[in-house]
């Protein structure tokens, strides 16, 4: 059971580069969460999905963008990328808003 | 104040120790309540929830505190593979689930 998968799992972009993060989960989890996690932070959630054609924006989503065409795809867009979006990127999936999350093994980008 | 708030750590103890963490949240009206552990450069993995009943799995006991706003996770007889960092999660209601950052266990032989 792959659960949920995240690509690619290291990334170095330049200041300005566009690149999109992959996040796939086989559970038919309608719910869908992008974060961001920074060192001795909590993790802040950038956008979320309730189902298939349906995102909505979190606490920081400025400089990314969602789509969901898919109940089982999530990708994550990250336009002219900042130094400021240097993070641990995870996805999450769960079945329902008040459940527990499972979330994907991350994406570590670096903007330079 | 901080939405959830966490004792950092880290916490340092010996193999068979009991250790408790608690995490205090802001919103009184938050509905859900939930236990990670996240182990160093790994993704968080969901310990358990927590119910105002409190609720036990194992070694593991959580409590909910609704009046004092806390909640609470105790580990006894502590083995070396506990070492990580546990993540206190509120549920304000809708999609606003608040993470908190953290408190760090290393369990040494």
């Known amino acids: 059971n792959a659960g949920v998968t995240q690509t690619p799992k290291f990334r170095i972009l330049k200041i300005g580069q566009s690149m999109t993060l992959q996040c796939a989960q086989d559970?038919?989890?309608?719910?869908m969460y992008w974060y961001r996690q920074d060192p001795g932070m909590g993790l802040k959630l950038i956008y979320y999905s309730v189902g298939a054609g349906i995102t909505d924006k979190g606490e920081v989503p400025n400089g990314y963008n969602v789509s969901r065409s898919t109940t089982e795809d999530f990708p994550l867009r990250l336009e002219l990328a900042a130094p400021s979006q240097t993070s641990v990127y995870f996805c999450?999936?769960?079945?329902?808003?008040?459940?527990?999350?499972?979330f994907g093994s991350g994406t570590r980008l670096t903007v330079v | 104040r901080k939405e959830v708030e966490q004792d950092p750590g880290p916490f340092n103890v010996p193999e068979g120790a009991t250790v408790a963490f608690n995490c205090t949240y802001s919103n009184s009206a938050s509905q859900s309540f939930f236990w990670y552990r996240q182990d160093c450069r790994k993704e968080p993995k969901l310990l358990m929830s927590?119910?105002?009943s409190g609720n036990e799995d194992g070694r593991f006991t959580a409590q909910l505190n609704r009046a004092s706003q806390y909640i609470s996770l105790l580990i006894r007889d502590s083995k070396l593979s506990d070492s990580a960092t546990y993540l206190c999660?509120?549920?304000?209601?809708?999609?606003?689930?608040?993470f908190g950052a953290g408190t760090r266990l290393f369990v040494k032989a």
């Open positions: 999450a999936s769960s079945i329902d808003r008040v459940d527990g999350y499972t």
């Open positions: 999660v509120v549920g304000e209601g809708g999609f606003k689930t608040i």
């Open positions: 559970m038919n989890h309608n719910y």
């Open positions: 927590v119910y105002s």
